[in-house]
């Protein structure tokens, strides 16, 4: 009886209470190459850590356009490109007021930095 009661909550209910993933983009901007090769942290408001320029899409830009507007808006790149696809992604717990948290996605973009 409990074994059927593990695979019913397992199977059926559980899901129904998992919130749904958000997403958002993320710029690691850097500049120079091999041993000269910088990379640009922003720190955080919420916590002081340091983080990578991200946010949520933005309309009427692709997912490496958020990016680099993310890159922009709160860190101040004002030139660069961004690769065409991501280089890979991180989950994280977003906390929201009421110390609700929600699992977000953030693909990250390689962002060459100009200026």
């Known amino acids: 009886m ?3 009661f593990r695979h019913f909550w397992g199977d059926y209910v559980a899901p129904l209470y998992k ?4 997403l958002q983009f ?3 901007c850097y500049r120079g190459h091999g041993d000269r090769t910088q990379i640009l942290l922003i720190t955080s408001r919420d916590t002081g850590r340091w983080v990578l320029p991200k946010g ?8 490496a356009g958020s990016a680099m507007r993310e890159a922009w808006e709160e860190a101040g ?5 961004a690769s065409k696809s991501p280089l890979g992604e991180f989950v994280y717990g977003k906390t929201l007021p009421g110390d609700w ?3 977000v996605r953030t693909l990250v ?3 060459e930095v100009a200026e």
């Open 77 to 81: 790149v004002r030139a660069g490109r």
């Open 26 to 28: 993320a710029a690691l």
């Open 56 to 63: 949520w899409p933005i309309k009427g830009l692709d997912s």
């Open 109 to 111: 973009y390689a962002v």
């Open 101 to 103: 948290s929600i699992p």
């Open 2 to 4: 409990i074994e059927q």
């Open 19 to 22: 919130r749904p993933e958000r």
